[in-house]
């Protein structure tokens, strides 16, 4: 299955969950409903996976955590926030490069309007 035709099912499921519970929530409440949703959906997908951070060619003792990768191709990075900031895009185009996927989607629950609220984000491998 290629990134295009996950993203298709993913925003099914984004649409799905946000229909069903609405603006507002913690993004925790979010991610599981997406989590169950995609599962649902038959897709292979993990949560909270850790991704360690490598400097001057040492693991440093930090990690970052992604929210959701799908078909271990799409990253999804979830937001309920007031606005979507330029930093949450470069947020996900770093997990992009140090997981050398080409593909992320970055979702903002908390809005008026869910289809202005998912960006598709690519990796220039």
């Given at each position: 299955?290629?990134?295009?035709?996950?993203?298709?099912?993913?925003?099914?499921?984004?649409?799905?969950?946000?229909?069903?519970?609405?603006?507002?929530?913690?993004?925790?409440?979010?991610?599981?409903?997406?989590?169950?949703?995609?599962?649902?959906?038959?897709?292979?997908?993990?949560?909270?996976?850790?991704?360690?951070?490598?400097?001057?060619?040492?693991?440093?003792?930090?990690?970052?955590?992604?929210?959701?990768?799908?078909?271990?191709?799409?990253?999804?990075?979830?937001?309920?926030?007031?606005?979507?900031?330029?930093?949450?895009?470069?947020?996900?185009?770093?997990?992009?490069?140090?997981?050398?996927?080409?593909?992320?989607?970055?979702?903002?629950?908390?809005?008026?309007?869910?289809?202005?609220?998912?960006?598709?984000?690519?990796n220039k491998i």
């Open positions: 299955m290629s990134e295009n035709e996950i993203s298709y099912k993913v925003r099914g499921a984004i649409f799905k969950v946000y229909n069903t519970l609405g603006p507002g929530l913690l993004e925790s409440v979010y991610e599981s409903a997406l989590y169950y949703q995609l599962e649902k959906y038959g897709l292979q997908v993990v949560k909270q996976i850790d991704l360690p951070v490598k400097y001057d060619d040492v693991y440093l003792d930090i990690t970052f955590r992604l929210d959701i990768l799908v078909e271990d191709k799409v990253i999804i990075e979830l937001k309920s926030v007031d606005e979507i900031k330029p930093i949450h895009f470069k947020q996900l185009n770093t997990y992009l490069k140090l997981t050398n996927k080409k593909l992320g989607l970055l979702v903002n629950f908390n809005c008026a309007n869910i289809l202005e609220n998912i960006h598709r984000v690519a």
